[in-house]
């Protein structure tokens, strides 16, 4: 953990994430489900190791389970099933429902 890390801050590899926010006042104690879902959606190797490292295996899942996907590109949320053993038969039906919401289309094409 680095210093920035110690202090309640984020690295600044995972900063970069967050451009339409503060970044300076996120924090992991505060802001813990923004930023998971950010990593989860858009987060790169590194950030996914470092998501990885402040989270568990079942932390993750049961957060991705609680929200059924919402807000996960299908890519994702398939790489995100494969990966925490989340049943592919949710993972189906969560993608499903999301084609199926006019303002998913909208804004996802």
């Known amino acids: 953990m680095t210093n920035t890390e110690a202090m309640g801050g984020l690295p600044d590899d995972i900063k970069a ?4 926010y ?3 006042r996120l ?3 505060r802001s813990r489900h923004t930023i998971a879902f950010r990593l989860l959606e858009k987060g790169g190797m590194r950030a996914v ?3 990885r490292q402040h989270m568990s295996d079942d932390e993750i ?3 991705i389970v609680r929200r059924r996907g919402r807000g996960i590109s299908p890519r994702r949320l398939r790489f995100w099933g494969l ?5 592919r038969r949710d993972v189906d039906e969560w993608i499903e429902a999301a084609r199926r919401n ?4 909208r804004t996802h094409g």
Not at 17 to 20: A, L, P, S, V
């Open 83 to 87: 990966l925490l053993d989340i049943p």
């Open 61 to 63: 899942r049961d957060f």
């Open 27 to 29: 924090s992991w104690d």
């Open 102 to 105: 006019p303002w998913n289309r």
């Open 49 to 51: 190791r470092w998501l």
């Open 22 to 24: 503060d970044a300076e």
């Open 17 to 20: 994430f967050f451009w339409d």
